[in-house]
């Protein structure tokens, strides 16, 4: 199992993406998580830890349209855009054959990726103010 934190983008078609529209990043990062890395996908913010999913434009759509995924896995706290480049990134393309996902690495297409990606904020920046409202709120009864 990795429980290492790392940036995983995926290349997918929205329509090869079964279930609901409205959850078919969580859907992806869930086969993801199961079939590539042997753990679960852990959606819901914790101060523990958390894998993060920012969510491209049209990921809903009813066409066939090709997006970019961006997980944050294993996210522990806040990275500055400078440690977040630190990180290990990894590219797949994802189809299905069936009922079966087909994540093939993409090694060369890292660079490209990364760079597009640094924009984002690592574990996306509500989820860290949540996260970071948690910690305080358990510092807080820890005293009491």
Request: hydrophobic share 35%; charged share 30%; net charge neutral.
């Amino acid at each position: 199992m990795d429980f290492d934190s790392k940036r995983v983008i995926i290349k997918a078609r929205v329509t090869d993406i079964d279930g609901e529209p409205q959850r078919r990043s969580n859907t992806l990062g869930e086969a993801f998580c199961k079939q590539v890395l042997g753990r679960e996908f852990h959606a819901q913010p914790q101060p523990t830890g958390y894998d993060h999913v920012h969510i491209p434009g049209e990921f809903d759509s009813a066409e066939p349209k090709e997006r970019w995924f961006v997980f944050d896995l294993n996210v522990t706290g806040e990275l500055s855009k400078e440690d977040v480049a630190q990180i290990p990134h990894q590219v797949y393309l994802a189809s299905r054959r069936g009922n079966t996902w087909e994540f093939i690495q993409r090694g060369s297409w890292v660079q490209k990726a990364k760079k597009g990606a640094l924009r984002l904020t690592w574990g996306g920046k509500e989820e860290q103010k949540f996260v970071a409202r948690m910690r305080n709120q358990m510092i807080v009864e820890s005293t009491e």
